[in-house]
T-cell receptor
Framework: NAGVTQTPKFQVLKTGQSMTLQCAQD?????MSWYRQDPGMGLRLIHYSVGAGITDQGEVPNGYNVSRSTTEDFPLRLLSAAPSQTSVYFCASTDIVNEKLFFGSGTQLSVL | GEDVEQSLFLSVREGDSSVINCTYT??????LYWYKQEPGAGLQLLTYIFSNMDMKQDQRLTVLLNKKDKHLSLRIADTQTGDSAIYFCAESPSSGNTGKLIFGQGTTLQVKP
C-alpha cells in the first residue's frame, strides 16, 4: 500500500520557471491538500480539494494553482517561480471518518 | 482566527520523560493531533485525541487535554535517541476537517545519550 506519493523529491528552479509537483494517493480519499513547510512556521495550507472537480484556497494560495480531475491525483502548479516559494511541500490526503491526514514524503524546492 | 502555539526546542537525556506543550485557540476543535517528523521525512501521525477526552495513553505516549485552558501536551516516557525529531501539534477547526488542519510551529526534541 503506497499511501501518498509525491514527485519529485528535490527540485531546483530559476526565477520565472514553471513546474508541477505531483501527488497521488491510493486510499480512495476524497479530501486532499497541499501544505508548505518553512522553518519556525509549521505547515501552512496552500490549496485543498474535497473531491474530483472541486478545489479551494487555503491560507497561502498566491502563486500556486491546483486541479483535481481524478480522485487519485492532486497536482500543484507553480506558474512563475519566485525565491519566496523556496520551501518543502507536502501533499496529504484525509480519512474523513476519523479526520486523520496521511502525508507524502515531501518535495524540497529551491528557487534561485 | 485559529492559532496553535508550541515552544520551539526541548532537550532531554535518554531515559528521562519528555513533555511537549501546545496551546490552541479554537475551543470547538473536534480532534487534536500530534505528528512526528524525522529529518528529511514527511509527517507521521503519532496519536490524536478526541475533544471530549481528557487523556489518552498509547504505550510510551500520553496525551493530556485541558479544554478549559486550551492546552494539549504530549508526554514521552523513557525517551530514546530514536525519539529525536520535530513534533507538531495540530487542531481540526470547528468548521470541519477537509484536510485543513492548523499546525503549530513544531517543537524540536533533542535526546542526549
Amino acid at each position: 500500500n503506497a499511501g501518498v506519493t509525491q514527485t519529485p523529491k528535490f527540485q531546483v528552479l530559476k526565477t520565472g520557471q514553471s513546474m508541477t509537483l505531483q501527488c497521488a494517493q491510493d486510499m480512495n480519499h476524497e479530501y486532499m491538500s497541499w501544505y508548505r513547510q518553512d522553518p519556525g512556521m509549521g505547515l501552512r495550507l496552500i490549496h485543498y480539494s474535497v473531491g474530483a472537480g472541486i478545489t479551494d484556497q487555503g491560507e497561502v494560495p498566491n502563486g500556486y494553482n491546483v486541479s483535481r480531475s481524478t480522485t487519485e491525483d492532486f497536482p500543484l502548479r507553480l506558474l512563475s517561480a519566485a525565491p519566496s516559494q523556496t520551501s518543502v511541500y507536502f501533499c496529504a490526503s484525509t480519512d474523513i471518518v476519523n479526520e486523520k491526514l496521511f502525508f507524502g514524503s515531501g518535495t524540497q524546492l529551491s528557487v534561485l | 482566527g485559529e492559532d496553535v502555539e508550541q515552544s520551539l526546542f526541548l532537550s532531554v537525556r535518554e531515559g528521562d520523560s519528555s513533555v511537549i506543550n501546545c496551546t490552541y485557540t479554537d475551543s470547538s476543535s473536534t480532534y487534536l493531533y500530534w505528528y512526528k517528523q524525522e529529518p528529511g521525512a514527511g509527517l507521521q501521525l503519532l496519536t490524536y485525541i478526541f475533544s471530549n477526552m481528557d487523556m489518552k495513553q498509547d504505550q510510551r505516549l500520553t496525551v493530556l487535554l485541558n479544554k478549559k485552558d486550551k492546552h494539549l501536551s504530549l508526554r514521552i516516557a523513557d525517551t530514546q535517541t530514536g525519539d529525536s525529531a520535530i513534533y507538531f501539534c495540530a487542531e481540526s477547526p470547528s468548521s470541519g476537517n477537509t484536510g485543513k488542519l492548523i499546525f503549530g510551529q513544531g517543537t524540536t526534541l533533542q535526546v542526549k545519550p
